[in-house]
């Protein structure tokens, strides 16, 4: 037995000496190609011009190209799906948005949160009702007696079904005891390019991503789902100085697919955090409207699991969810 013992534990030191090796060399290596974004919305919008310019800041950390690629389709859930997809090696990360909660309670895909690494929320911005310019409301008071005497008549653009987008008009016309028809549009971008055509007559996505048709003249914000009046629109009041209780917005974040290694992870989150510091991206956020609001992995993930509940729940209600 002696003589087995010896060669099976010098054998078995060997693999664990060699296990050391490979988790160095790993670690020490990574990356050594460029790295893939996914951005599960169209390009122009919040999600898609966050993860351009955190990818861009990140870069020099990460000592590689980030490359940003658009897979959008079915509120969210094409570009999520390619995300859970990818092959875990710490060459494609996701920018995870709310709809990673809402899009599972339809039935829409076989995966939840649950199924990505989750390395950093990013941000966090309030829903708005913004109309055209030329509307013929100019308060939200006004908007919703215009929705009460013209029941389904006002056509709410949002990022598809089930996107964070449809639940925040669905929520403010549940509170406001009002009918809206809702169009859905592959992300916020397009929905708000429809309004400023008048192709529609409202859209409920972020300020941010109708700021500069705003300030263009085009477009006019109602009111925002927050507690607190937004830095770069501070004229205009919140639901509830309205006397509308409602606050609701989106948040984004950064994972990968589940079992990607460890070392892959830690590099990763180092890079896009240091990103997140600069004073470029911190410029560019403050210019664009986006609300900041960094949480580490552990404490986003103990976030995301309350608020899957609670999004099921909603979505329950507002007979969204199967």
């Known amino acids: 037995m002696m003589s087995i013992r010896k060669p099976l534990m010098a054998i078995m030191a060997a693999c664990i000496a060699t296990a050391s090796m490979v988790s160095t060399v790993q670690s020490a290596t990574f990356p050594s190609k460029g790295v893939t974004a996914i951005c599960p919305w169209s390009a122009g919008g919040g999600t898609d011009t966050i993860l351009r310019a955190l990818a861009r800041n990140a870069e020099p950390f990460l000592g590689e190209n980030i ?37 599972p309670p339809q039935g829409m895909v076989p995966w939840t949160y649950k199924d990505f690494d989750l390395l950093m929320r990013v941000n966090m911005d309030p829903a708005a009702i913004t109309v055209h310019a030329d509307a013929p409301y100019n308060t939200i008071e006004e908007f919703v007696a215009y929705a009460k005497a013209n029941p389904k008549k006002i056509k709410v653009g949002h990022a598809g079904p089930g996107s964070v987008w449809q639940l925040a008009g669905s929520i403010f016309a549940e509170n406001t005891d009002i009918e809206l028809a809702y169009v859905p549009f592959d992300g916020g971008a397009p929905a708000v390019t429809a309004l400023v055509g008048n192709h529609i007559d409202a859209v409920s996505v972020s300020a941010a991503e109708v700021q500069a048709q705003v300030k263009a003249g085009n477009l006019k914000i109602l009111g925002v789902m927050s507690d607190e009046r937004i830095g770069i629109f501070p004229g205009v009041p919140t639901m509830k100085e309205s006397g509308f209780d ?33 004073a470029d991206f911190k410029k560019f956020a403050n210019n664009a409207g986006l609300g900041l609001a960094y949480l580490n992995a552990e404490d986003w993930a103990k976030l995301m699991a309350i608020d899957s509940k609670s999004v099921t729940k909603t979505m329950k209600l507002l007979g969204l969810a199967k």
């Open 246 to 278: 409602v606050s609701f917005g989106t948040w984004r974040g950064l994972g990968v697919p589940k079992n990607t290694p460890e070392e892959a992870k830690i590099v990763l989150r180092d890079a896009f955090k240091q990103g997140m510091e600069t």
């Open 67 to 103: 490359t940003v690629i658009n897979k959008t389709g079915g509120g969210g859930a094409i570009g999520h799906t390619v995300g859970v997809n990818a092959r875990p090696d710490g060459y494609s990360v996701m920018m995870i948005t709310f709809e990673v909660l809402s899009v």
